[in-house]
């Protein structure tokens, strides 16, 4: 029986699950928000290979690299989504927040039709360039994340968080997500290192504080005992 009945989604990143008791909690949203280049399609690609190995159907929608991309980028990690997209246990798609005003219907179609349970959106913050006015994007945003709870699926969404503003791009996605996990760099250059964060996770008695992170070979490493 999990703690307090609460039942939890392994994230597949080594360090990360043990700061948040297991894993995230099933069915929540959790935001990953960080800079260009600390890591947030690497999380996503990582979060969807964990669940196409426990045999789980996921779905990866990409609103800014193309699915070549994404597959290209996770077979450095000798992740090889080839087989589960022709096996339909991976849907993969570009979509293209412009010409699909209503990002969620159709999403949460495919959702109920290949019986999907975990989801990653990568990026949230393209939502900006096609919708001008912030009212907007926060309803598309907030739209798309109660879409996604609705169907019970376990999601994660990137979104961008300049290291000097230090708050997400519409200052909206860490009330609406259940969780939030930062990740950054410390330091510049040659000396530069990355952390991340757990901000915020709903129901869980998350590790506080910055952990050292690393992105190897076989993907990103959170060092949680290195503190
Ligand atoms: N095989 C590897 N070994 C170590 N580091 C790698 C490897 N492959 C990629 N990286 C690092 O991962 C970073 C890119 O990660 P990723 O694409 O997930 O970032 P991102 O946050 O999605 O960036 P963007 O905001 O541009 O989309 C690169 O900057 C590089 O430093
Ligand atoms: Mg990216």
Redesign the pocket.
Known sequence: MPKNNIERVSTGLTGLDKLIEGGVVKGSATMIL????????????QFIMEGLKNGENCMFITF??TPQDIMD?AA??GWDLTDYIKKRKLILEYRDPFQTTDITTLMQEEIVAYKVTRVAI??T?VLGLYFKDEHEVRKQLYKLIQALKSTGVTAIL?G?MPEDVKASRFGVEEYVADGVIR?FYIGAGDGAYRQLEVKKMRRTNQKKGAFPM????KGIVVKPSAL
């Open positions: 960080g800079d260009a280049g600390t890591g947030k399609t690497i999380f996503c690609t800014e690299e980028d450095v990690f990568d990026s913050s990137t961008e990740l690393e992105i190897t070979d």
